[in-house]
């Protein structure tokens, strides 16, 4: 307000503005300070500040894809990382998740021939559309899964008893990996955005089997089960093939590097999606 | 008509033209054919040359250099500031990056408003019941143009998440 006059009355909510605050002004209120933060952070999508626990790992994934949005093209440290422009699509949110590992001795439960792991869900806001996601499993390179083809079938499936699994995908896995000497290749499994809604509108769960058989076996999944002890031998080399389970003594980081992944592509229905589709 | 300034230049032939919005909207930006007086944007600076307002058509033929180089900086325009998210605690779940340029816009935004100022309609209306009554503010000086940014964080959930955050980034500053 110039002159010390106004036309329009204040109704006494919002003092005059100083023309020099004073200094004590020019710190603001703790309340108001924290008011602002929370609105922030409303508008980032979060109920309130997030506090982690000490040394959460980062999935490399995640970083590669954040050092390519951000043109950082020399920090990448998956040489075989390609951005997923088919997924993102419109999304401008990538949220991974980590499978939720079963507590005490898990060997008990799991059947030789299959593996079923599971993903929480619930933490994505009922707000966002899922509009893809994918599931990745990382091939070890070192390990092999036996004389001749093998096949990976994934389906999807509430839990391990689950009697009417339902096959999502199947592929062939050849021993050699194209292009990559030594290391590791992720597998890459897409999901219809379909299945992730029903998992979010549901439980929040999403279930998967896998399970690896040699391409000349024809069994079921609900007849692998008493063929399991003569497929010991292949099951040993699948788990350390494909990256499902944990090895004994292996630490979290190196753990949470070669764990399955699932990553959904969504958008808050705010903002920009993540790749500009305009013109350049 | 023309200054007698060395500081006011005349540049001929060129039309006026300016965005309301977006990168390098401000950059050339010329003055009307029949415009003689005007200041090119080296003659003030700022940062990144990005906005640069200028005193075209206000300048008292007298005006001294040094009051016509305070009263153009006083201008609104984009200025400087980097958010480090350790200032502000937010360190401990923003992954990357560990703070960015999000710049802000401040100045004066004084009669006339010239069409590089990014006026709206109701700023320059503003402005002009501002000169016949003090009662009435001026115009606020804001940001004309955002930009996003990408962050990489932990939720509250301790996933990491990718989320491209509208609105973050001042692209450019008017009236």
Known sequence: RQGGESSEPDNGRVPPTPSSPSPAAALPDPGLAQTIQSLLLSRLGLQSQPNPRPDVPVPQYLLDLYRFHQQQYHLLEDPTFSFPSHHIQQANTIRSFHHSEPFGDNTKVRDQTRVHIS??????????TVLSAELRLLRSQAASLGPGPHRLNL?????????????????????????????????AFTLKPDLLRKAHGGTGSLGFLLEVRPENSTASPDQSSSSAAGDNQTEQHQERHL?????????????????PLLVTYSHDGHGEPLVKHGRR | TSGNSKWIKARKGSNMKTKRSGKGH???????????????????????????????????????????????????????????????????????????????????????????????????????????NGAVPRACCVPTSLSPIALLYLDN???????????????????
């Open chain 1, 243 to 259: 990256r499902v389970c944990r090895s004994v003594g292996q630490d979290d980081h190196s753990w949470a590097q070669e764990r």
């Open chain 1, 119 to 128: 993903f929480n869900l619930s933490s994505i806001p009922q707000d966002e």
């Open chain 2, 157 to 175: 959930h301790d996933r990491v998440v990718l989320k491209n955050y509208q609105d973050m980034v001042v692209e450019s500053c008017g009236c």
């Open chain 2, 26 to 132: 401000n950059r050339d930006q010329g003055w009307g054919k029949t415009r003689k007086v005007g200041y090119s944007m080296k003659s003030w600076g700022d940062d990144k040359g990005e906005v640069s307002w200028s005193d075209r058509g206000r300048v008292k033929r007298n005006g001294s250099p040094a009051k016509l180089k305070r009263l153009s900086r006083g201008r609104c325009r984009r200025h400087p500031l980097h958010v480090d998210f350790r200032d502000v605690g937010w360190h401990k779940w923003i992954i990357a990056p560990s703070g960015y340029d999000a710049f802000f816009c401040l100045g004066e935004c004084r009669y006339p408003l010239a069409d590089h100022m990014n006026a709206s309609s109701h700023a320059v209306v503003q402005t002009m019941v501002n000169s016949v």
């Open chain 1, 155 to 187: 389906y999807l499936s509430k839990h391990h008893e689950d009697p009417e699994p339902t096959m999502l995908e199947t592929r062939l896995l050849t021993s050699g990996l194209h292009g990559i000497k030594a290391g590791s290749f992720w597998e």
